[in-house]
């Protein structure tokens, strides 16, 4: 009785949320109930600021204990981008013990039906959302983002693809009746009848392998379309980001606890020093689905390996972006240079290759060479990140040592058009803090395709030289085609160029954004209306998120009886 009092609360209180997550799916239309100012918490039992830095400063040095069954020891050691030790540790599982607990949950997370699995889905992102100052120091101390960027896409905008997710999920199970009754005609004899039942049937346990970079972000798409489906769900962070993706797994446990059903549905893998459980969990027979973000070389793997599961993987891809004219010059620099700065364009988005006409572009300004375009560009770039207190709240730091290194190297595969600085940051001494590099490349040149047609993840980009639009655009589709794109750009003002470069994309399935020059920027995407990522290209084998990165995480069971 008392479970089901909770389930009617629960959709008493969420159902208004889910039909208008529906809604916005259906519409496209800007919808968030997320806030994105951190000033908007504070009431209604959420953090405020100071609440949720004292709640996450409370976790440093602690043991972050689930109550997971088959922990057979504690692992740690996160060190913060921006140069602290967290010292949180938390559980390791023997998976032999874990699994088993996970799968006895399924029968009855199954049998709530879609609704009520919504609905304790939108309450776990509901406790998230209270705790979104917390999140926003977990997911800035594992990344290296700065704070508003972790507090944004690590909070609201990770809780929006969270819930968009669920919408789908939602929509793709109630999609086929509940039952139906069937009678089919004989003639003058009685017809055939019989009573149906349809039901949708989880695939197993999901595995969620976290990222370091956007650990909320990437990974809440994934574990909420597996749990909505009727699936548990492992997650497996980053050794380097743990503590977002664990203090996930610890709302969900209680939440799933409350609302009557086995806390055991959803559970956290990290893993020992060099351990790779990854590899081990990803070709376990009870695993199921797999959500992975991260390098190309794993996620091929696991797409070769992981045969006895549904694999969604979003992998490494050459951004780029077309500048062939602009009607706004100014601004057209100025989007750019935020596109190519923010995070350290530590990215899946960010742009790398601007194929530029080497014979100059037209603007608004008169026309503009080639090495004037690329020069101003650098003077764009070095102006917004001048001063360094704005640098370092649009910069972050550095992720790891790996970008680091390709920065350093990529001033040696061409002309440097803008170099690289250091910046200091006053509160995190030991953060490293790096500005962007821009390199000029020769489009013609085969020593320096090798360079461009390789993704370099970090704050480095490429102005490549191209004889014409029409080399522009045929690299572009080969790009596409051999490396994939999580994102296309193009400036122009030729209607068909355009035209051209829009067909390019729909042939290579790559998200095109035309002609930014406002607040909207390439490398950003809104939940409910804009698909990250397509599916159809070598960057991802998914779009996050649409009918496909749902569907197949269940299956429909038919059962038949005489009327």
């Known amino acids: 009785m008392a479970a089901e009092l909770t389930a009617h609360r629960l959709i008493a209180q969420h159902r208004p949320t889910l039909d208008q997550a529906l809604e916005a799916i259906r519409t496209r239309a800007y919808w968030s109930p997320h806030p994105e100012h951190p000033k908007a918490y504070g009431e209604h039992g959420s953090l405020d600021a100071a609440a949720g830095k004292a709640a996450f400063d409370a976790l440093l040095g602690t043991r972050l204990d689930l109550g997971q069954p088959g922990t057979d020891g504690w692992v740690g050691g996160e060190v913060s981008p921006y140069g602290i030790e967290l010292g949180v540790e938390y559980p390791h599982a023997d998976v032999d013990v874990l699994l088993p607990a996970m799968k006895a949950g399924q029968r009855a997370w199954r049998d709530a039906g879609a609704e009520l699995r919504a609905v304790v889905c939108l309450e776990i992102l509901k406790r998230i959302s209270d705790r979104t100052h917390e999140f926003a120091h977990a997911v800035m101390h594992t990344s290296g983002q700065a704070f508003m960027m972790a507090f944004q896409a690590g909070g609201p905008h990770a809780q929006d693809r969270g819930l968009e997710a669920v919408a789908y999920a939602y929509a793709e199970q109630v999609r086929t009746p509940g039952t139906a009754e069937w009678s089919k005609p004989q ?229 440097v058009a803008l170099a690289s600085r250091e910046v200091a940051n006053p509160d995190f001494p030991d953060a490293v803090v790096r500005t962007p590099v821009i390199v000029k490349l020769d489009g013609a040149k085969p020593d320096d395709e090798a360079a461009y047609m390789s993704e370099c993840f970090g704050p480095v980009s490429f102005a490549v030289a191209v004889d014409s639009a029409a080399d522009a655009l045929e690299l572009l589709r080969r790009t596409v085609r051999e490396k994939g794109a999580m994102t296309v750009g193009a400036y122009t003002t030729d209607a068909e160029v355009e035209r051209a470069v829009e067909e390019v994309c729909l042939e290579e399935a790559a998200q095109l954004s035309l002609n930014l020059t406002g607040g909207v920027y390439v490398n950003q995407t809104a939940a409910f209306s804009d698909f990250h990522g397509s599916g159809g290209n070598p960057a991802a084998n998914a779009a996050l998120t649409d009918g496909a990165f749902v569907a197949n995480r269940f299956r429909v069971v038919e059962v038949r009886r005489e009327a």
């Open 187 to 415: 003639g003058k004899r009685d017809p055939l009848a019989l009573t149906k039942s349809f039901t949708p049937v989880p695939r197993g346990i999901g595995l969620v392998i976290g990222c370091n970079t956007f650990p909320t972000w990437n990974g809440y798409p994934g574990l909420f379309a597996s749990l909505a489906t009727g699936n548990a769900v492992l997650v497996k962070p980053h050794p380097r980001a743990v503590l977002p993706l664990a203090l996930t797994v610890r709302v969900a446990r209680d939440v799933l606890a409350e609302a009557g059903f086995d806390p055991n549905l959803v559970a956290l893998a990290a893993e020992r020093p060099g351990e790779g459980v990854a590899k081990t969990l990803a070709t376990r027979p009870e695993i199921r689905i797999i959500d992975y973000t991260g390098s190309t070389t794993f996620g091929d793997w696991l797409e070769a390996h992981a045969r006895q599961a549904q694999v969604y993987t979003e992998k490494a891809g050459v951004n780029t972006v077309l500048v062939e004219s602009t009607g706004d010059y100014k601004g057209m620099l100025s989007n750019l240079a935020f596109s190519l700065s923010l995070y350290s364009g530590q990215m899946c988005t960010t742009p790398q290759n601007l194929l530029i006409p080497r014979t100059g572009i037209s603007t608004d300004q008169g026309p503009k060479s080639y090495d004037e375009v690329v020069a101003d560009l650098a003077r764009a770039v070095d102006g917004l990140l001048g001063d360094d207190a704005r640098a370092n709240a649009l910069l972050g730091a550095i992720v790891n040592p790996d970008v680091k290194a390709r920065l350093e190297a990529a001033a040696g595969l061409g002309e």
